[in-house]
C-alpha cells in the first residue's frame, strides 16, 4: 500500500469560505429547524443571536491558532501543541465524535425529506445512495469538492435571501402577524436568558464549519493568512443570514406549531407558499445536504488522516494518501461505511452529539490561545492581553455554558466517548510510560 501520497496545497480563499460554508451548508438551518424550534421554545432569534457571540469569541481563537500552528487536524493538533499531547489526543478523540456524526446527519436529513416526498421509496434506501454517491466524489480530490460546493451553496444563499424577502414583504404590506420592524422576538415575556442559551446550545450546530477551515491548512495556500480570513467570512455570512431569516419567522408566525420535528421546515413551506414554494425547497434542500455530506465526508477523512499519521490511529491504513487523487480515500470509505448508522438514529441525537464533541474542542481551542499566552515570551501589550487572554476566556465560559445545557443523556454519551479514548490513551502510552508518536515533533509554534 503506497504511503508516499502528499496533500497538495491548492485551496485559495473563495474555496475555503466555500467548503466551510459547504459543511455549515447555510441550508442546515431548516434541517435542523424543528429540533432548533423545540429547543429554543420558539425564540429562534435569540438562540441563533447568542451562538453567534459564542462562536465569535472561539473563532477568534481558532483564528490565532490557524496562524500560529497552519498544520491540518484542527483543535487535536491545536491541543497538541499548545498544551500536551496527551491532551491533543484526547480533545481529537472528541473531535472525531463531531467529525463523524456530521455526515450521519447529512444522510438522516437526505432519508427524511426524501422519504417525505417520495413514499414508496424507503428512506434507507435513499440515505445508501447519498452515501455512496460522496463517497465517489469526495475520492476524488479536494478541488473537485471545493468546486461542486461553491456553486450549491451560492444556491442555498439566493434561495435564503428570496425566502427571507418573501416574508419580509409579507409583513411590510400587512400579511404578517406583526409589523416589519419589531422588537417582539427579543421581548417577549416567557423569553430569558436561561431559554436563549438552551436553544443557543442546539443552534451551535450551524456555525460548526470554522472548525473544518482548519483541518485544510495543509491543502491551503498561504494558509497562515488565509484560513483566519475564511473563519471570520463564514461566521459573519451565516450568521447574518439565520439570525435575519429567524427575525422575520417568528414576526410572521409566532403561534407556529409541529407536527413532525424532523420534517418541520416542510409544514414551515407549506405553510408560507404552498406546493409551489414547497416543491422549490425540496430542490435546493437536496443540493444543500448533498454540500454538507460532501464537505463532511472530506473534513472527517483529513482528520484522520492526521491522526494517523501521527501514529495514534493505526497508520498503515490512516494515513494513506492515493498517489493519483492525492486524498485519503480509505479514511473516505471507513467514514462512509460507518454513516450507515443514519439508517437507525435520528436527526436529533445525531446533533446533539455533534455539539457534545465540538463544544467541547471549542473549549480547548481557546485554552491553547491562553497557554501559547503565557508560554511564550513576546511583550504582553494591551492588543495581546485581549487578542490571547480576555477574548478565549470569555470564549471559554460561553461554551462551558453551553455545554451545561446539553441534556443528560448527551453528556453521559459523550462521557462514554472520553472514558473510552482515555483507556486507548492509556494502551498508547502504556499508561503514560511512554511518549504519544509525534510525526511533527520537528515543528514548533510560532
Given at each position: ?310 501514529a495514534i490511529l493505526p497508520k498503515k491504513v490512516f494515513s494513506y494518501v ?125
Amino acid at each position: 500500500m503506497n504511503q508516499n501520497g502528499q496533500l497538495q496545497k491548492t485551496l485559495t480563499l473563495p474555496q475555503v469560505v466555500f467548503l466551510g460554508l459547504a459543511w455549515n451548508t447555510p441550508m442546515i438551518y431548516f434541517s435542523v429547524f424543528g429540533v432548533a424550534y423545540s429547543g429554543s421554545n420558539g425564540f429562534l432569534t435569540s438562540a441563533y443571536f447568542l451562538a453567534v457571540l459564542a462562536v465569535l469569541f472561539t473563532g477568534a481563537s481558532y483564528a490565532v491558532m490557524a496562524k500560529k500552528i497552519p498544520i491540518s487536524g484542527s483543535a487535536y493538533t491545536f491541543a497538541k501543541k499548545a498544551i500536551h499531547p496527551n491532551v491533543g489526543f484526547l480533545v481529537g478523540w472528541v473531535l472525531l465524535l463531531n467529525y463523524l456524526f456530521a455526515p450521519i446527519i447529512a444522510a438522516i436529513t437526505f432519508g427524511t425529506f426524501m422519504h417525505a416526498e417520495f413514499p414508496a421509496v424507503p428512506s434507507f434506501v435513499w440515505i445508501i445512495g447519498l452515501i455512496v454517491l460522496l463517497a465517489v466524489i469526495a475520492s476524488a480530490g479536494v478541488n473537485s469538492s471545493a468546486n461542486i460546493s461553491s456553486f450549491f451553496v451560492m444556491l442555498q444563499i439566493i434561495f435564503i435571501i428570496g425566502f427571507t424577502a418573501f416574508l419580509a414583504y409579507a409583513l411590510a404590506t400587512g400579511g404578517g402577524a406583526a409589523a416589519l420592524l419589531s422588537p417582539a422576538p427579543f421581548l417577549d415575556v416567557d423569553l430569558n436568558l436561561s431559554v436563549a442559551l438552551a436553544g443557543a446550545s442546539v443552534v451551535v450546530f450551524s456555525f460548526l464549519g470554522f472548525d473544518t477551515m482548519t483541518t485544510l491548512s495543509e491543502e491551503t495556500k498561504n494558509a497562515t493568512r488565509t484560513i483566519p480570513k475564511a473563519i471570520f467570512i463564514m461566521i459573519a455570512v451565516v450568521g447574518v443570514l439565520h439570525v435575519t431569516m429567524s427575525y422575520f419567522i417568528e414576526l410572521s408566525y409566532p403561534g407556529f406549531t409541529i407536527q413532525n420535528p424532523d420534517s418541520a421546515a416542510l409544514e414551515l413551506m407549506g405553510l408560507v407558499g404552498g406546493s409551489v414554494l414547497r416543491a422549490l425547497f425540496m430542490t435546493v434542500l437536496i443540493a444543500a445536504i448533498f454540500t454538507q455530506g460532501l464537505a463532511s465526508i472530506t473534513s472527517v477523512s483529513r482528520l484522520m488522516f492526521v491522526m494517523g499519521r501521527d501514529a495514534i490511529l493505526p497508520k498503515k491504513v490512516f494515513s494513506y494518501v492515493h498517489p493519483r487523487f492525492h486524498t485519503p480515500v480509505l479514511n473516505i470509505g471507513i467514514a462512509s461505511v460507518l454513516s450507515l448508522a443514519a439508517i437507525f438514529i435520528t436527526v436529533d441525537d445525531a446533533i446533539r452529539f455533534v455539539n457534545f464533541g465540538a463544544l467541547s474542542a471549542f473549549f480547548f481551542v481557546n485554552l491553547c490561545v491562553i497557554s501559547l499566552y503565557f508560554k511564550n515570551g513576546s511583550p504582553k501589550t494591551i492588543r495581546s492581553t485581549i487578542t490571547n487572554l480576555i477574548s478565549p476566556f470569555i470564549g471559554a465560559g460561553f461554551i462551558i455554558w453551553l455545554i451545561a445545557l446539553l441534556d443528560v443523556p448527551t453528556l453521559i454519551g459523550g462521557a462514554i466517548w472520553i472514558a473510552g479514548g482515555g483507556l486507548y490513551l492509556l494502551y498508547l502510552t502504556s499508561a503514560f510510560q511512554r511518549p504519544l508518536p509525534d510525526y511533527n515533533a520537528e515543528q514548533k509554534t510560532a
